[in-house]
């Protein structure tokens, strides 16, 4: 595609910043990338990828390169404290591509990230500075004004038609140069871990997702046969200090303790969220969590800053100034966001229900059937956000 003489800041590069970077190099437009880490990062260990955002990395060319980097699961099996084999099994696998058009797939967030980056590449039109020590904005009317302290400790300057903070949940666009809003902590933590394949083998399907639930506690397991590994991640209730080892799990099951004890370096994760009253002033915006972080409880997060990403792009080119396209993208995508958080949020009350109201809980699992959830998330994983263009990589 000719380039359309555009220029954008993007501050991060996760996984929305390098799939907002991606998709405006492809509609022709030419991309800096601020990253204050030295390297990509292999923080974050698992990652659910639901039919939503599946479908817009395809269409950014990743398809073939995550297909070999993810498993499709089955199902999502769900145990309840006592029993021995799941209450239900949600289908996924083919019954995800026959309702919603694309795979739900699980894989490292690494690998995700690392795909995306290697895509980059691929574009002379995308630069990305990696151990930036410091950049700033200011807003005008016809663009922003980027200064950057590069890892040399070089000063960088320049004009661009508008920068996105995709710097995540502490973000430096929101707090600072748009003077917004702190993240709120959650009230849980995460531990997240990875076991092989053998100590998981017999305490869990290793062709698909496993959610355990127990009082005020539940784990979510998945395989990851790229990496011979099985994710684990144990949420619970806790103080925003984040703690070495797990908590202990007095009313764990059986299966619970059996993982617990093969599991090993711990990585523990507060959880915060992000609620800002404006995703942007003049041509400054944001993206991902750095506007709307959410507890992780329907695995959605990263999904919602792919979706950012596939409405942000083309807006930003097509619009006369990247204020009035981040005004449009707000208003397209907050309400849709709102709700995912919201579900979020009631699912974490839901997995960590204690007797009797477990009971109602599980009966409710149990008559909606293998594909209850395919109906009742349709509004979900049938989404298409995206105007990504279908051009070959490069072009």
């Not at 409710?364 to 051009?391: C, M, N, V």
Request: glycine share 10%; hydrophobic share 45%.
């Amino acid at each position: 595609m000719p380039g359309t003489g555009k220029t954008f800041y993007i501050a991060g590069a996760g996984i929305t910043g390098l799939t907002l970077a991606l998709a405006l190099a492809k509609f022709g437009a030419s991309v800096t990338v601020l990253e204050r880490s030295a390297a990509l990062s292999e923080l974050g260990a698992g990652l659910q990828l639901s039919p939503n955002a599946r479908l817009l990395l395809d269409r950014l060319g990743l398809g073939e390169l995550l297909t070999g980097l993810s498993l499709e699961p089955l199902g999502i099996d769900i145990y309840p404290l006592a029993r021995r084999s799941p209450l239900v099994t949600l289908e996924l696998g083919a019954a995800m591509r026959q309702h919603f058009g694309s795979p739900y797939a699980v894989l490292h967030r690494a690998d995700l990230t690392d795909a995306l980056y290697r895509a980059t590449r691929r574009f002379a039109n995308i630069d990305i500075l990696f151990g930036v020590r410091h950049w700033d904005a200011s807003a005008h009317s016809d663009g922003v004004m980027v200064s950057v302290m590069q890892a040399d400790g070089q000063m960088r300057t320049g004009r661009a038609n508008g920068l996105i903070g995709a710097d995540g949940v502490h973000s430096f666009t929101r707090r600072h140069v748009l003077a917004g809003p702190d993240a709120r902590f959650a009230g849980r933590l995460a531990w997240r871990t990875m076991l092989p394949f053998q100590s998981a083998a017999g305490h869990l399907a290793l062709d698909r997702v496993s959610v355990l639930f127990g009082p005020g506690f539940h784990l979510v397991c998945y395989p990851l046969p790229h990496r011979d590994q099985v994710n684990i991640a144990l949420f619970a209730k806790g103080a925003a200090e984040a703690t070495a080892s797990h908590p202990s799990l007095s009313k764990a099951s059986p299966r619970i303790a059996a993982l617990l004890a093969a599991a090993e370096n711990w990585t523990c994760w507060p959880l915060y969220t992000v609620s800002t009253p404006k995703w942007h002033k003049g041509n400054i915006g944001l993206a991902g969590d750095a506007a709307h972080a959410m507890v992780p409880f329907q695995a959605q997060g990263a999904a919602m800053g792919i979706e950012d990403a596939a409405v942000l792009a083309p807006l930003l080119v097509r619009h006369g100034s990247a204020e009035s396209a981040l005004a449009q993208y707000e208003r397209i995508r907050r309400a849709r966001v709102a709700r995912v958080a919201r579900t979020s949020t009631t699912n974490g009350r839901i997995f960590h229900m204690g007797w009797p109201f477990s009971v109602a809980r599980d009966l409710a699992i149990s008559a909606q059937g293998t594909r209850g959830h395919i109906k009742r998330l349709a509004w979900l994983y049938s989404h298409d956000a995206g105007l990504i263009p279908r051009e070959k990589d490069g072009s």
